[in-house]
Structures are given as structure tokens and as C-alpha cells.
């Protein structure tokens, strides 16, 4: 049996971030409704000169390091903060990778889902014999943008995780081929075509959330056809649009158990997955794959052989539950990889230049010049074609 799974991860992030607690100062809010209500530390900040399409190359550049590009035969990008409404951000990030034009290339879209639906389609792929020896290339990209003064500001962020999908070299493995399904027709958080920012209903879409979770948990159980429990797994990994919903979701499920505290097997299970997320915030279709990366790199166990359930949230909705194993030298291959100078090398904003490069965004269809980050940049429209450059 043919066993696909994710053989590199690759992450990038805009060059800026914001501290939560300067946020809140400049709110009036109380620092530790950010910090310890929502468990947020600091939010990634885009400039006008990047999108969802720098973004994503850039985190497949890291994915793809030592990796011959005529080997991808399958590139989607997941994304809810497209380009364009008909050319898909892959076709882009296609050309700016110089990928073989014998590939399939495509966008993905169901809010946060959108790259799971992405990464289904790839193992599908791989285990149906459609992809004749090739690997899959999976992007998730995007920027999270709600509102200057709303309740989902502090929620926002910027980032993409790219997910390289084969038989080989596995950092995770997907051994079976049964996940749980959910959906439900929900008005929890949407984007109209003409709006920049997302409108969300906060209380609904924290519940639709945990209904989803447990959808999702109950199906892959009947799937299973046993009763599968958290202790199960060494690790599990939940899409975090900010820390405390994964503690939610996590309690959620111990509360199923009996367990209504849940806070000894959170520490241990989930806790390691909210680091990276904590220093990014909210990146929408990466952020569950931000959550798995954060636990291979944080974990203080050895992981090696040991399964992780990951859990998919699209608000709207559509969610998904799977597992994957952990293969020998995941952890170490994961540490080597230099996020934290990534993180590190992040200009620190103050609210003024924060709210002026949010403000900057509104008009990001014309020119702007680049600031930091080596790699593609938006250089604005040519006859309304969308121009990028490298830099
Ligand atoms: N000290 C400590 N904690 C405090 C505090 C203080 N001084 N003041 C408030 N808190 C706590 C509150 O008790 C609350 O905790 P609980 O949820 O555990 O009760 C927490 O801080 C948040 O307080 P509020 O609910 O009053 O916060 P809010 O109304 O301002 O909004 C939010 C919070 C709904 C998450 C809002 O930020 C939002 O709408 N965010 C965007 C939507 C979102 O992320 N939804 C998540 C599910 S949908 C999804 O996952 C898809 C996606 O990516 C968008």
C-alpha cells in the first residue's frame, strides 16, 4: 500500500510584527484580555509590497530546498485572500518557482479549510497512482485582516506554510486513508467580494468551531469503528486562529471523555503547537500546519512513531479530522530549519506605523516600493495585470 505524507515544510512571514500588548494599550483593552484571554503574543504585519502570492513562494523556497522543481506534478494553493477572481494565485507562484509546465495547478478555497482540501486532493492523488512518481506541492497563504478598532484585531496575522506531499523522506506519515468529515451551512465569518476585511460573528464562530470539532471527532470514530480516544495520540494539532481556541477545542473534546478540566492533557498534547501561532497569529488556511510544525519543533518528547491528530476549520463551514504518524528524525530535520531567525529578523512596529501599512493595504493595487524581505515582491498592476518582481 502506497503510503503518502508531508516530506518538507516550508514558512514565511512578513517583514513586521505587532505586539499584542501594544495593541491593547492603544485600545484601552486590559494587556492580559490579549495575552491570557486569547493567548496571543504578537501579530505578523504585511506590507503593501507583499501577498498571498510572495508569500507563498516564498515559504515553497523553503520547503523546496534541495528538492529538483521538475519533480512537482501538482501545485494548489489554499487561500482565502485571493489576487484575482479568475487567475489563481497558483498560476503565479507557479511561474515565480519555475515549476515544469507539465503540472496541474490550482486554487482552493473554504476559509481556513481551503489547504486541507488541498492536501486531501494531493494524497488522493499520490495513492490513486495519478501522480506517476511525482510529489505534490501544497501552499497555504494568506493574510488575516479584520478591521483597525474591531473585536477580531488582535486575531489577525500574516503567513504561509508550504507542504511538500510525497512517498518519501517523510517528516508525517498518513497511513490511513479514513478522516472525519463535517459541514454546516453557517454564517460565522464570511468576506465579501468588494470588502478587505473579513466580517465575523466572534461568539457564533467560536461555537460553530467546537460543533464542527466534535462533528468531525465523531465521524472519524464511526470511521475507525472504534472508540477512539485523545490519549491516543502523543500530540494533537488544531487549527488556532488564536491560542484560546485551541484550549477550547482541546477541553472540548476531554469534556466528551469526562474529563472537564483537561488542562494536564492540553499541556502536554497541544501546548507545544500554539508556540509558532503565538508569535503569528491567525494565517487562516496555514494556521493548523503552523500548529503542527510548532509541535515537531517544540515538543519536548520524542515523537518518533508516535500518532497526531490534526484538525481542519473552515468557518462557513467545512472541517476535517486526521492522523498522521510520526517518522524518525522529524523533530531534528524540523529544528534545523531557521524560522527562528526568520522570526527573529521581523521589524518590531509601533501601533502609528501599524495602523499606517494596514491603511497603505486599502490602495495595494498600485506601486509600492519593497521594504526588507529578499524574494518576490508586488510591484503593482501593468494594464491591470499584476506585476512581480524579484528582489
Ligand atoms: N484578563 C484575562 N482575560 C480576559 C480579560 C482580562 N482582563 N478580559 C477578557 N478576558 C477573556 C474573556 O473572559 C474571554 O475568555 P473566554 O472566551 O475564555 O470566556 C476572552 O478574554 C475573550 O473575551 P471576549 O469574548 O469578550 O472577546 P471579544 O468579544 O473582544 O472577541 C473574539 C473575541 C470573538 C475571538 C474576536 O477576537 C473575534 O471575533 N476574532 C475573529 C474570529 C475568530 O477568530 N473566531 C474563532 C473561531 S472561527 C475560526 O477559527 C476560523 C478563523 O480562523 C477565523
Known amino acids: 500500500m502506497t503510503i503518502a505524507g508531508i516530506e518538507a515544510l516550508g514558512l514565511a512571514v512578513p517583514p513586521f510584527t505587532l505586539p499584542l500588548t501594544a495593541l491593547a494599550a492603544a485600545?484601552?483593552?486590559?494587556?492580559?484580555?490579549?495575552?491570557?484571554?486569547?493567548?496571543?503574543?504578537?501579530?505578523?504585519?504585511?506590507?503593501?509590497?507583499?501577498?498571498?502570492?510572495?508569500?507563498?513562494?516564498?515559504?515553497?523556497?523553503?520547503?523546496l530546498q534541495g528538492i529538483d522543481p521538475n519533480s512537482i506534478g501538482l501545485l494548489i494553493v489554499g487561500t482565502e485572500t485571493a489576487v484575482d477572481h479568475?487567475?489563481?494565485?497558483?498560476?503565479?507562484?507557479?511561474?515565480?518557482?519555475?515549476?515544469?509546465?507539465?503540472?496541474?495547478?490550482?486554487?482552493?478555497?473554504?476559509?481556513?479549510?481551503?489547504?486541507?482540501?488541498?492536501?486531501?486532493?494531493?494524497?488522493?492523488?499520490?495513492?490513486?497512482?495519478?501522480?506517476?512518481?511525482k510529489k505534490a506541492l501544497i501552499i497555504a497563504s494568506d493574510i488575516a485582516r479584520y478591521g483597525l478598532g474591531s473585536s477580531g484585531e488582535?486575531?489577525?496575522?500574516?503567513?504561509?506554510?508550504?507542504?511538500?506531499?510525497?512517498?518519501?523522506?517523510?517528516?508525517?506519515?498518513?497511513?490511513?486513508?479514513?478522516?472525519?468529515?463535517?459541514?454546516?451551512?453557517?454564517?460565522?465569518?464570511?468576506?465579501?467580494?468588494?470588502?478587505?476585511?473579513?466580517?465575523?460573528?466572534?461568539?457564533?464562530?467560536q461555537t460553530a468551531y467546537l460543533q464542527a470539532l466534535e462533528g468531525a471527532w465523531r465521524d472519524y470514530q464511526a470511521k475507525a469503528g472504534r472508540d477512539v480516544r485523545t490519549d491516543d495520540f502523543a500530540a494533537m494539532a488544531y487549527h488556532v486562529p488564536y491560542g484560546k481556541m485551541a484550549v477550547k477545542a482541546h477541553k472540548h473534546l476531554r469534556g466528551l471523555e469526562g474529563d472537564a478540566d483537561g488542562r494536564a492533557s492540553y499541556a502536554e498534547k497541544v501546548a507545544?503547537?500554539?508556540?509558532?501561532?503565538?508569535?503569528?497569529?491567525?494565517?487562516?488556511?496555514?494556521?493548523l500546519y503552523l500548529a503542527l510544525a510548532s509541535t515537531l519543533l517544540s515538543h519536548p518528547a520524542d515523537l518518533t512513531g508516535q500518532s497526531l491528530s490534526l484538525f481542519s476549520y473552515g468557518s462557513g463551514s467545512c472541517a476535517e479530522l486526521f492522523v498522521g504518524r510520526v517518522a524518525a528524525g522529524a523533530q531534528a530535520r524540523v529544528r534545523a530549519k531557521p524560522w527562528s531567525?526568520?522570526?527573529?529578523?521581523?521589524?518590531?512596529?509601533?501601533?502609528?506605523?501599524?495602523?499606517?501599512?494596514?491603511?497603505?493595504?486599502?490602495?495595494?493595487?498600485?506601486?509600492?516600493?519593497?521594504?526588507?524581505t529578499p524574494g518576490p515582491w508586488f510591484a503593482g498592476e501593468d494594464a491591470r495585470y499584476r506585476r512581480y518582481v524579484e528582489g
Open 27 to 63: 485600545r484601552g483593552v486590559e494587556p492580559a484580555k490579549f495575552t491570557e484571554g486569547l493567548g496571543l503574543g504578537s501579530m505578523a504585519v504585511a506590507p503593501p509590497h507583499e501577498d498571498t502570492v510572495t508569500l507563498a513562494v516564498r515559504a515553497a523556497r523553503d520547503a
Open 86 to 133: 479568475s487567475k489563481p494565485v497558483a498560476a503565479f507562484v507557479h511561474g515565480l518557482l519555475g515549476l515544469p509546465s507539465a503540472c496541474r495547478s490550482f486554487e482552493t478555497k473554504h476559509a481556513c479549510f481551503g489547504a486541507t482540501a488541498g492536501l486531501m486532493n494531493a494524497l488522493d492523488w499520490i495513492r490513486a497512482g495519478s501522480a506517476n512518481g
Open 154 to 205: 488582535p486575531t489577525q496575522g500574516a503567513g504561509a506554510v508550504a507542504l511538500l506531499i510525497s512517498t518519501e523522506n517523510l517528516l508525517v506519515a498518513f497511513e490511513e486513508r479514513i478522516s472525519g468529515s463535517f459541514t454546516k451551512d453557517v454564517a460565522d465569518f464570511w468576506r465579501p467580494l468588494d470588502s478587505k476585511d473579513a466580517l465575523v460573528d466572534g461568539q457564533l464562530s
Open 272 to 287: 507545544p503547537g500554539l508556540e509558532l501561532p503565538k508569535q503569528i497569529g491567525n494565517v487562516y488556511t496555514g494556521s
Open 341 to 372: 531567525a526568520l522570526l527573529a529578523a521581523q521589524t518590531v512596529l509601533d501601533v502609528p506605523a501599524y495602523e499606517a501599512l494596514f491603511k497603505a493595504r486599502d490602495a495595494q493595487d498600485v506601486a509600492r516600493p519593497r521594504v526588507g
